[in-house]
Nanobody, 123 residues
Framework: QVQLVESGGGLVQAGGSLRLSCVVS????????MGWFRQAPGKEREFVAA????????YYAGSVKGRFTISRDNAKNTVFLQMNSLKPEDTAVYYC????????????????WGQGTQVTVSS
C-alpha cells in the first residue's frame, strides 16, 4: 500500500522559512513526478510545485516562484519543499501527491494524497 507522509509544517512569522518533507513508502517513485499542492480554508486546492523524478525538471506556481524550491532525494524516496520569504497568504495545508498522468498543474493528474501538513504564517 502506498503511503505519503508530509511533515515540517508549523507556525512561522512572515518573512520566515520552513522546509517541508514528504516520505513515500510502499512503492518506489522512480521516473514519476511528485507535486506539492496546498489548500487554505474556504479556498480551492491549488498547485504549488512539481518535480520530475528522473531529470529533476521543476515547475512552480507564479505565486511561489523565486521563494519556494522543490527538490528530491531518490535514494530516500523523499520530496522536499523549501519555503522562504513566507507570506500570510501561504497559510494552508500542504500536500505532496504522486503524479500519474496529465498536466503537472492539475490536481486530477495526481494520486496517492497524504494527510497534509499545516503551514501557518503570521503577519
Amino acid at each position: 500500500q502506498v503511503q505519503l507522509v508530509e511533515s515540517g509544517g508549523g507556525l512561522v512569522q512572515a518573512g520566515g522559512s520552513l522546509r517541508l518533507s514528504c516520505v513515500v513508502s510502499g512503492r518506489t517513485f522512480s521516473n514519476i513526478a511528485m507535486g506539492w499542492f496546498r489548500q487554505a480554508p474556504g479556498k480551492e486546492r491549488e498547485f504549488v510545485a512539481a518535480i520530475n523524478w528522473s531529470d529533476r525538471s521543476t515547475y512552480y506556481a507564479g505565486s511561489v516562484k523565486g521563494r519556494f524550491t522543490i527538490s528530491r532525494d531518490n535514494a530516500k524516496n523523499t520530496v522536499f519543499l523549501q519555503m522562504n520569504s513566507l507570506k500570510p497568504e501561504d497559510t494552508a495545508v500542504y500536500y505532496c501527491p504522486g503524479h500519474t498522468s496529465g498536466s503537472y498543474y492539475l490536481g486530477g493528474s495526481y494520486n496517492y494524497w497524504g494527510q497534509g501538513t499545516q503551514v501557518t504564517v503570521s503577519s
